[in-house]
Nanobody
Framework: QVHLVESGGGLVQAGGSLRLSCAAS????????MGWYRQAPGKQRELVAT???????NYAVSVKGRFAISRDNAKNTVYLQMNSLKPEDTGVYYC?????????????WGQGTQVTVSS
């Protein structure tokens, strides 16, 4: 079983920066595709960024060039550095782990951390 705990959210002014962290328990972290998703009030959850075990990254168009996802397999932690934040980046940010084992594939989610960007 994988348990994910996010931290680092908060209130920041437009143009500011925040760094989110997601600590994962379990032995599968190094093989999992890790991702960050967000959900704004009244909207569906959307992909922000993903990173494979080899470090290949993928970003939503809306955050490309401003956000950076990274991982430290030794610490079982994935990060999301958010720069040049905009009010439209406001939402609850969720960490996600997608991994497989002999028995199947699994999606795990953290509890979320609130990011609020004021104009």
């Amino acid at each position: 079983q994988v348990h994910l705990v996010e931290s680092g959210g908060g209130l920041v002014q437009a143009g500011g920066s925040l760094r989110l962290s997601c600590a994962a328990s379990g032995s599968i972290f190094s093989t999992a595709v890790m991702g960050w998703y967000r959900q704004a009030p009244g909207k569906q959850r959307e992909l922000v960024a993903t990173i494979t075990r080899d470090g290949s990254t993928n970003y939503a168009v809306s955050v490309k060039g401003r956000f950076a996802i990274s991982r430290d397999n030794a610490k079982n932690t994935v990060y999301l550095q958010m720069n040049s934040l905009k009010p439209e980046d406001t939402g609850v940010y969720y960490c996600n782990a997608y991994y497989s084992d002999f028995f199947g594939s699994y999606d795990r989610w953290g509890q979320g951390t609130q990011v609020t960007v004021s104009s």
